[in-house]
């Protein structure tokens, strides 16, 4: 997961730790960064989706050797 979130821009893994780690809303990341809370919304989905990618090829192959 570490290697994941190392692919991410700066961008994606700072509104990422602010919304999964601080816990803050989409408004609050928005405000605080100030862009858009849709980009804010881009941010965490691309993550999110690379994520899944990652641990789709890690859990997978211990699931179903």
Request: glycine share 0%; hydrophobic share 45%.
């Amino acid at each position: 997961i570490a290697r994941a979130l190392e692919q991410l821009t700066p961008r994606q893994r700072e509104v990422f730790k602010m919304s999964r780690e601080l816990q803050m809303s989409h408004k609050e990341i928005a405000e605080k960064l100030q862009i858009p809370v849709r980009t804010v919304e881009d941010h965490i989905y691309k993550t999110l989706t690379e994520l899944h990618k990652v641990l789709m090829f890690v859990i997978l192959p211990v699931l179903f050797p």
